[in-house]
T-cell receptor
Framework: DAKTTQPNSMESNEEEPVHLPCNHS???????IHWYRQLPSQGPEYVIH???SNVNNRMASLAIAEDRKSSTLILHRATLRDAAVYYC????????????????FGTGTKLQVIP | NAGVTQTPKFQVLKTGQSMTLQCAQD?????MSWYRQDPGMGLRLIHY???????DQGEVPNGYNVSRSTTEDFPLRLLSAAPSQTSVYFC?????????????FGPGTRLTVT
């Protein structure tokens, strides 16, 4: 199964942009790149996903490398409420594949936002 | 929509006791899964299901049973609780079939086994 690698922790000053990297060098052509975040004492929540093109939504932007072996989650202006653990995972787009069904989470990146 | 609900929120068990963690979703999602999260760790997949009557093992299935009799419900049973099963348990659901597969998570059940 394709796996992802993320830094254990990162810091950012409040109201500055944050770039959270993820490496997924063994990604397959049918893998979506998903980002989730987990606030303290809560379940993970979906942030954004992409396949090949960069994506924007109200929460964040996702920049995907041209070879798809890495991606970056961009929070445009970090707030204290963005302090969380951010997970980058891969999920096969085909619903009946093992890569869709067995989704594995790593340990993620713990983002600390400094006031 | 309530989304994914889990009960109970907290539970304390003695070693050897059994119990069932409940999970329900009202989004008509075919796919449901259970994860456990130990302190300071990521999520590990216990069991998952791709529809009523179909279940399979994840990374850490030992000591847990699941069944899926309806689309909405996916209970997780601890057969004989052990201190190593002290953890936070999350249930998740997502649509099946072609698509992005965004998962929706419940609020978690915090289980302590003494």
């Amino acid at each position: 199964d394709a796996k992802t690698t993320q830094p254990n922790s990162m810091e950012s000053n409040e109201e500055e942009p944050v770039h959270l990297p993820c490496n997924h060098s063994t990604i397959s052509g049918t893998d979506y790149i998903h980002w989730y975040r987990q606030l303290p004492s809560q379940g993970p929540e979906y942030v954004i996903h992409g396949l090949t093109s960069n994506v924007n939504n109200r929460m964040a932007s996702l920049a995907i490398a041209e070879d798809r072996k890495s991606s970056t989650l961009i929070l445009h202006r970090a707030t204290l409420r963005d302090a969380a653990v951010y997970y980058c995972i891969l999920r096969d787009v085909r619903g009946n594949s093992g890569g869709y069904q067995k989704v594995t989470f790593g340990t993620g990146t713990k983002l600390q936002v400094i006031p | 929509n309530a989304g994914v609900t889990q009960t109970p929120k907290f539970q304390v068990l003695k070693t050897g006791q059994s119990m069932t963690l409940q999970c329900a979703q009202d989004m008509n999602h075919e796919y449901m899964s259970w994860y456990r999260q130990d302190p300071g760790m990521g999520l590990r997949l216990i069991h998952y299901s791709v529809g009523a009557g179909i279940t399979d093992q994840g990374e850490v299935p030992n000591g847990y049973n699941v069944s899926r009799s309806t689309t909405e419900d996916f209970p997780l049973r601890l057969l004989s609780a052990a201190p190593s099963q002290t953890s936070v348990y999350f249930c998740a659901s997502s649509p099946l079939g072609l698509g992005s597969g965004e998962q929706y998570f419940g609020p978690g059940t915090r289980l302590t086994v003494t």
